[in-house]
């Protein structure tokens, strides 16, 4: 959550910062600024809402070569333009930047900062407000920035600015991402290489409680504690139209889209020279050590994690626990005696995740991260990753990646059950193809989708989507997409469990999404339609070619049984997109939301 950015170099600053935030407002988007140096000083620019409105306010006459800037989502104080940041100390020398979350300002702003008024609500003010201090008291800017460090509990990325010295940019990081990109006669900082790619591709990673010295030749990294460090510059595999548009109205349908094509990358990248599916070796042993597999993952990723329960236990035959991440930690269960983690993130930043995968390093288990993006925290710490191969996902709804992620699951329980002489009854790589063609059968049938968008979520306040065994996990994510971008309230319910409660509050005309892709509960499914629809409800049902009837309103191609997650969800990913839009809703931006969850 938020994002940052930073630039010293000869160009001006002020574009390039406001280009790079505006590839960061996926981070956060509820407040954004920007503060750059000149000879003349620090000036800042910052509105509440979004990168076009602080664009509106920038003065285009300012002219300064090095800068810092900020997209927010709001933690300590509401979304304004006073807690926006670059936040300023009281006498205007330091400025700075923050994503992250200090968890004893107010021990600290208690302890020391007794009598400075402060500006903003928020905890990072106490940063920029200390370094300030301690540098009124003799210390120089970088020793004030490292004591400050020391005393700060919490999550941190940090760029700061010292107006007494326009020729640097103090760099820290804490848990939070943060990268340090090089140029012949410039250097940035980021939180996402996609920000200055505009720029470079060379980038260099930057690890916990380190912090860098930035200036327009040169990067020290270094400890806390002073002592420097060096580390090789890696070049990011992102294609500048990858993080575009094109022609797309949003971010969120090109994403759909993408979806045939990234599982045929899918299969590419994990096939070898004899078109076996395969995985390190390293892993595979893994999966074979683990008694037990323990799943960790939030929101979305938790629902592809929900299916890849099915695999790994009907496929590998290892008993898989699936968990949510920010739950974890209160309700650990009784781990096994060899237990195997798998952290599932598209992002792999999601900070709930990471602090189980802390602990449960603490505790000497091993863990194996699925992510879309290499080079994450959780990909670093843990012990093994396997790459979802999906591009960079934008849009704050995640749909490419949940496709990515069930199909690399699939993968991981083949290659597990292969090695364990387990006999498989088909093809894992001929499924995987006739998936991703009945995908491009499903992204071209969007007015079907727009139509069912319309005459089922148009008006309604609240909508059901229901589903028995693997369709019911397809349901909770509908209806989280659903929910989060069109603000609709909806629920994804088990389809035995309605009579246990859920149907209360079915009304006239209530929308019930059900799913029957699954031959074994076909029959139950239509049933509970049926039980609803005597109740007044408007069914809507998505079935699979083989299992339908008259009365379904749209029939998914017929592909393996175990594998409908990664088509049946399309459908609703669309009709989620569509009914959106018809409620005027921002599809790539939904209120109150973030793409990456980096805070507890
Ligand atoms: O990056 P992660 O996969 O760890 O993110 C987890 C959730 O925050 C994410 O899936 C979220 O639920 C999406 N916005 C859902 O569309």
């Not at 620090?42 to 509440?48: A, G, I, N, S």
């Not at 920035?145 to 990325?157: D, E, Q």
């Not at 820290?172 to 990109?181: E, M, Q």
């Not at 028995?468 to 603000?487: H, P, T």
Request: hydrophobic share 40%; proline share 3%; charged share 25%.
């Amino acid at each position: 959550m938020c994002g940052i950015v930073g630039y010293i170099g000869n160009l001006d600053s002020k574009e390039i910062l406001l280009k790079g935030l505006e590839k960061l407002e996926y981070r956060g988007y509820d407040s954004a600024g920007i503060a750059v140096m000149n000879d003349n000083g620090v000036q800042v620019f910052k509105e509440k809402g979004r990168i076009a409105d602080l664009r509106s306010i920038v003065d285009e006459d300012v002219m300064a070569n090095t800068g810092i800037g900020h997209t927010r989502w709001a933690t300590h104080g509401v979304p304004s333009t006073v807690n926006a940041h670059p936040h300023q100390s009281n006498s205007g020398r330091f400025t700075l930047v923050h994503n992250g979350v200090i968890e004893n300002y107010d021990i600290l702003k208690r302890e020391y900062l007794q009598g400075v008024a402060l500006q903003s609500d928020t905890d990072t003010e106490i940063i920029v407000q200390l370094i300030d201090l301690f540098v009124s008291e003799g210390l120089s800017t970088e020793e004030a920035f490292r004591k400050t460090l020391t005393l700060l509990k919490g999550s941190y990325a940090i760029a700061l600015l010292d107006a007494e010295n326009n020729e640097t940019i103090f760099v820290a990081k804490n848990k939070s991402p943060l990268l340090v990109g090089l140029g012949e006669t410039f250097n940035v900082v980021a939180s996402d290489a996609m920000a200055m790619l505009q720029v470079t591709d060379q980038y260099v990673e930057l690890m916990d409680k380190e912090i860098v010295i930035v200036t327009k030749d040169a990067v020290q990294i270094q400890t806390l504690n002073g002592e420097a460090i060096s580390r090789d510059p890696y070049t990011a595999e992102l294609d500048a139209s990858d993080i575009e548009k094109g022609t797309y109205p949003h971010y969120m349908l090109k994403e759909i889209d993408e979806q045939p094509l990234v599982m045929r990358k899918i299969i590419q990248k994990y096939q070898n020279d004899q078109d076996e599916l395969t995985i390190d070796q390293e892993i595979v042993d893994a999966m074979n050590d683990a008694d037990r597999i323990y799943i960790i993952a939030a929101g979305t990723s938790y629902h592809a994690g929900l299916v890849g329960k099915q695999f790994i236990e009907k496929i590998a035959k290892i008993p898989v626990e699936v968990h949510i991440s920010s739950e974890f930690g209160y309700n650990m269960p009784l781990l096994s005696e060899k237990p195997l983690f798998i952290f599932i993130s598209q992002s792999g930043e999601t900070a709930d995740s990471r602090a189980v995968l802390v602990n449960i390093k603490e505790m000497g288990h091993k863990a194996l991260t699925i992510t879309n993006v290499p080079g994450s925290t959780l990909s670093r710490e843990a012990d093994y990753t396997l790459l979802l191969h999906a591009g960079p996902e934008i849009a704050v709804a995640s749909t490419k990646a949940y496709t990515a992620q069930i199909a690399v699951l699939s993968i991981l329980a083949e290659v597990t059950a292969k090695s364990r002489g387990l006999e498989l009854d088909f093809n894992l790589v001929q499924e995987l193809g006739i998936v991703a063609n009945a995908m491009e059968v499903l992204c071209d049938a969007k007015e079907e989708f727009e139509d069912i968008a319309r005459k089922f979520l148009s008006t309604t306040r609240n909508a059901f989507f229901i589903g028995r065994g693997i369709d019911f996990y397809v349901g909770l994510e509908g209806a989280l997409k659903l929910k989060e971008i069109s603000y609709i309230q909806a629920e994804g319910f088990a389809g035995g469990e309605l009579k246990h409660g859920t149907i209360a509050l079915i009304e006239n005309g209530t929308p019930i999404i059900a799913l029957a892709t699954q031959e074994s509960v076909n029959l139950s499914i239509r049933g509970n339609v049926k039980e609803v629809v005597a109740r007044g409800a408007n069914p809507c049902i998505i079935s699979m070619k083989g299992l339908e009837t008259e009365e379904d309103s749209f029939i998914i191609p017929e592909v393996n049984e175990l594998l409908t997650p990664l088509i049946s969800v399309i459908p609703l990913q669309l009709i989620s997109y569509f009914a959106a839009l018809h409620r005027e809703c921002d599809v790539d931006k939904p209120r109150n939301l973030a793409k990456s969850v980096t805070v507890e």
